[in-house]
């Protein structure tokens, strides 16, 4: 009997060792449960082939030669990845709408005596729940928006926040990206389902009666959008507005992206994309700086000159919704006493 999921939150709790996602490796690639493992019923060039059988020659004759190729690809995982598998083992798969592949691969696990089941719709089901919860249902519980200018250490205060206990949701690693013009974390980003998959299942483990901290963000981080359920709660929700002296934002900064420092190239072409807001004298005397390795100086002059500026312009005004944490440096000991500091006020906020 397929298992019907109602809620994300299910996931954490169904008696599986494995969830496995049946699909072909270019549909993994573009979102899936998180936590799944791809074990492909058939490939992505097999998954075309048969499609294009089944559309424009024969059904039946689609079905045939997709059972062969899904036991020949069964046979290799067999012999590899679960290869050592004891009889213990109980593997939850699924499918795009929890039909054909995944109910092959489950007879063939099950007549080996796996306990192996399959998901009610599949991919689809899950994908359902992922638009409810970052679409049309209420934040879980509230929303604190960590704030401050470029190089205040939002994200190092997020994580002691996290290490010490508190709700949060680190909306840069999932975008893998930090938020500006140098932010990419990797050459490229994850699909935007896969984002909202991190954050939904993110949003699923949350307590409702204690807050969770998110640091500031645009709408968008690098290309992908903050699902409305979120980005309306951050904007409505009252902030903690970081500021730090600004030797401490440019030794902090410095050790933040040491992409940049290392390449470059990466480092020369991030800084042409500011000549539009600062033109060809100001973005060549920068290059200079970076080429003769005066960082610091660089560093200092991209916070004066744009980030804080920008930072200025594009900031929300809360007045009485906004709490100043002006921060006499950013070491460790002082983000993890500002982190304790905070978890103190905000241990009596619940939901309405």
């Known amino acids: 009997m397929p298992i019907m999921l109602s809620l994300l ?5 169904l008696p599986f060792d494995d969830v496995i996602d049946v699909r072909s490796p270019a549909e993994f690639a573009v979102d899936h449960i998180p936590g799944a493992i791809n074990l492909p019923a058939l490939s992505n060039a097999e998954r075309a082939e048969v499609g294009t059988i089944y559309v424009q020659e024969d059904p039946f004759k689609a079905r045939k030669i997709g059972a062969a190729l ?20 109980r593997p939850l798969l699924y499918c795009w709408r929890g039909g054909q592949r995944s109910g ?47 190089g205040t250490g939002k994200t190092r205060l997020l994580a002691h926040l996290a290490h010490q206990g508190a709700q949060t949701l680190d909306l840069e690693a999932m975008a893998q990206h930090r938020g500006s013009l140098f932010g990419p974390m990797q050459d490229t980003q994850p ?7 991190q954050l939904a299942m993110g949003l699923a483990k949350l307590a409702p009666d ?24 951050m904007i409505a929700a ?24 290392c390449d470059p190239d990466k480092l020369e072409a991030v800084l042409k994309k500011l000549l539009r807001y600062h033109g060809h004298d100001k973005v060549r005397a920068w290059q200079a700086l970076a080429t003769s390795g005066e960082y610091t100086a660089l560093v200092g002059e991209l916070i004066q000159t744009h980030y804080d500026p920008r930072y200025r312009r594009f900031s929300r005004d809360k007045s009485a919704q906004t709490a100043p944490i002006d921060l006499r440096d950013l070491t460790d000991a002082t983000l993890k006493t500002t982190a304790e500091q ?11």
Not at 9 to 13: G, I, N, P, Y
Not at 216 to 232: D, M
């Open 9 to 13: 939150s299910d996931l954490a709790s």
């Open 70 to 89: 899904v036991s020949r690809n069964m046979a290799a995982h067999l012999q590899g990845p679960l290869l050592d598998k004891d009889g213990a083992w």
């Open 104 to 150: 092959s691969c489950s007879i063939i696990l099950k007549e080996i005596g796996w306990r192996a089941e399959t998901i009610e719709g599949g991919y689809l089901s899950y994908r359902r729940m992922v638009a409810r919860a970052l679409y049309d249902a209420p934040m879980p519980c509230p929303v604190v928006v960590i704030d401050g200018g470029t």
């Open 191 to 197: 699909s935007q389902k896969a984002f909202e998959s």
């Open 210 to 233: 204690r807050p969770v901290f998110v640091e500031a963000e645009s709408s968008k981080i690098g290309r992908l959008i903050v699902p409305p359920t979120l980005w309306q709660a």
């Open 238 to 261: 009252p902030s903690l507005r970081l500021t730090a002296p600004l030797a401490a934002r440019c030794e902090h900064l410095i050790t933040a992206y040491p992409d940049m420092l």
């Open 342 to 352: 905070i978890i103190a006020k905000y241990s009596t906020t619940v939901c309405p």
